[in-house]
């Protein structure tokens, strides 16, 4: 295996990334630590003079095993907390032995938001590892954190291949489960609600809806929410005034698949003699609600407890461990 600089060399430093890049330290220092805005110019020559010098921020020596593992969830505010994922998540991270000799410092990020005190605290030595959950976008954060060697895990498919390891739940094939059981039941207009393109959930669970659309030859309908019960309401609406003949509906999670169901509702549309319904994840309200969601389990609490075992073995990028899904049936569809 390779070394990222000849080990009998001494390792580059900041001003030689600075002096390649043509830049000031500080401004060098600015672009790795994203503690201020720089021209798209400026950050590109200081990234390109990174990769090109093997450049790698040492964390503190005094930082050794601090006991800490931080996870860092990209989510809206209000979504986060009335969405279950992010707490079983947490509740599988502390119920692992790993989980219980760690503390667990939790961060709530908008999604897409850039916030340089984190990224200086998460690369500062303050912390044995970091879990990303949920859609974190671009790769600027996971290329800082490799390049102050702290563990790094997504809890989730990345977007760009190879560049994070991950842990994941088998999307692909737990949405064609779905699909085949409902196509099974004699339904052949069967449409979906999928979840955030940019999300690798969302992106995924649509994927296995086409496939199925396409080998079982029916004529896909498909609308867009962000996995909540308000966007579930109006992607139903959507697809009834799209599909008024619709007999069946796919959701890529059971918060839309709730939200779908007032809609039929409110159409006086009976489930499932009418509409059968089929979410995604297994959440507590797909229980709750009435008649009760037949869904996709994905075992969420195991996904935190085998990410937490990943990111403690410092994982090299595009490891992965993919966890199977498993469609429990109930009185929806």
């Known amino acids: 295996m390779s070394q990222p600089f000849p080990s009998n060399d001494p390792a580059p430093t900041l001003a030689e990334v ?67 994922f992010p707490a079983r998540l947490l509740a599988g991270l502390r119920r692992s032995p790993l989980g219980a000799e760690r503390e667990l410092a939790v961060f709530t990020v908008p999604r897409r938001s850039r916030r340089p005190p984190l990224v200086r605290y998460l690369c500062g030595g303050h912390v044995d590892g970091v879990l990303l959950v949920g859609p974190w976008g671009d790769t600027a954060l996971v290329r800082l954190l490799h390049a102050a ?109 709730a939200g779908a169901l007032r809609t039929l509702r409110r159409h006086g549309l009976r489930v499932p003699e009418d509409v059968a319904l089929i979410g995604f994840d297994d959440a507590p309200v797909a229980a709750r609600c009435r008649p009760a969601l037949t869904t996709v389990r994905q075992p969420v609490e195991e996904l935190g407890s085998r990410a937490l075992e990943l990111l403690l073995r410092n994982p090299a990028p595009g490891e992965s461990v993919v966890l199977p899904t498993r469609l429990v049936v109930r009185a929806s569809g």
């Not at 020559?45 to 040492?58: N, P």
């Open 18 to 84: 600075a002096r390649r890049a043509g830049v000031s330290i500080a401004t060098a220092s600015r672009v790795l630590n994203r503690s201020a805005r720089v021209s798209a110019d400026v950050a590109a020559r200081v990234e390109r003079a990174v990769r090109e010098l093997a450049y790698v921020r040492r964390r503190a020596p005094s930082a050794g095993e601090t006991g800490v593992v931080a996870v860092v969830v990209f989510a809206d505010p209000r979504q986060y907390h009335a969405d279950s």
């Open 149 to 257: 060697r702290v563990p790094v895990v997504s809890l989730g498919r990345p977007p760009e291949p190879g560049t994070v390891a991950f842990v994941d739940a088998d999307n692909l094939t737990g949405a064609r489960e779905a699909v085949r059981r409902l196509h099974a039941s004699g339904r052949r207009s069967v449409a979906t609600i999928a979840g955030p393109p940019d999300t690798a959930a969302g992106s995924d669970r649509l994927a296995g809806y086409r496939a199925m659309a396409t080998l079982l030859a029916f004529r896909p309908a498909v609308a867009h929410g962000d996995f909540s019960s308000a966007s579930g309401e109006h992607a139903m609406q959507w697809l009834l005034d799209q599909r008024p003949e619709l007999n069946a509906v796919f959701a890529a999670s059971d918060q839309m698949a």
